[in-house]
T-cell receptor, first 116, second 111 residues
Framework: DTAVSQTPKYLVTQMGNDKSIKCEQN?????MYWYKQDSKKFLKIMFSYNNKELIINETVPNRFSPKSPDKAHLNLHINSLELGDSAVYFCASSQPGTTGLHNEQFFGPGTRLTVL | RKEVEQDPGPFNVPEGATVAFNCTYSNSASQSFFWYRQDCRKEPKLLMS???SGNEDGRFTAQLNRASQYISLLIRDSKLSDSATYLCVVNRASGTYKYIFGTGTRLKVLA
């Protein structure tokens, strides 16, 4: 049983296209995230949703639009893809701790996006 | 200065060696600390949370030094299978959901 799943695993597309990546978690977590890992392997947060509400929106081009239809799903739509968007995109989820401390994040397997 | 800093390595060590990584963080209000492991072309996975009192899990020991604002990971009796990138992760003060990742330290355990 996969805890955090993403589709597709690989995505190869031309510049200028629009594409979506889907993420689902079956852990019952309230919070979900999108991260981008570039060629230098640095993991950078893009967005976070808590109970379907956007709570983190980093400096990301507005070509990237997240959508959370329910708290188990967080999708990422990218318009007008550019070469620099090529990266691995990871979805993650976590459950806020009751004492204010934060619990671990669980990551999906990643979506490797290549823009040609 | 990055909020979370790690030596990128690589650390090349022979099997059976003991190796230690440090990670410094700049936000003194940080509350939660973790070490994750990431294998090549895979997702990060939690290795251990880091508690104020320090914690140990088999060959792995994590320590937190709030005064100097760093966390450490010690791996004893290194195995070939320990070869991976180790990511230091810090979460800011309670009420925020932002986990800050270090760039990772690459470990290669050699036969």
């Amino acid at each position: 049983d996969t805890a955090v799943s993403q589709t597709p695993k690989y995505l190869v597309t031309q510049m200028g296209n629009d594409k979506s990546i889907k993420c689902e978690q079956n852990l019952g977590h309230d919070t979900m995230y999108w991260y981008k890992q570039d060629s230098k392997k640095f993991l950078k947060i893009m967005f976070s949703y808590n109970n379907k509400e956007l709570i983190i929106n980093e400096t990301v081009p507005n070509r990237f639009s997240p959508k959370s239809p329910d708290k188990a799903h967080l999708n990422l739509h990218i318009n007008s893809l550019e070469l620099g968007d090529s990266a691995v995109y990871f979805c993650a989820s976590s459950q806020p701790g009751t004492t204010g401390l934060h619990n671990e994040q669980f990551f999906g397997p990643g979506t490797r996006l290549t823009v040609l | 200065r990055k909020e979370v800093e790690q030596d990128p390595g690589p650390f090349n060590v022979p099997e059976g060696a003991t190796v230690a990584f440090n990670c410094t963080y700049s936000n003194s209000a940080s509350q939660s600390f973790f070490w994750y492991r990431q294998d090549c072309r895979k997702e990060p996975k939690l290795l251990m949370s880091v508690y104020s009192s320090g914690n140990e899990d088999g060959r792995f020991t994590a320590q937190l030094n709030r005064a100097s604002q760093y966390i450490s990971l010690l791996i004893r009796d290194s195995k070939l299978s320990d070869s991976a990138t180790y990511l230091c992760v810090v979460n800011r003060a309670s009420g925020t959901y932002k986990y800050i990742f270090g760039t990772g330290t690459r470990l290669k355990v050699l036969a």
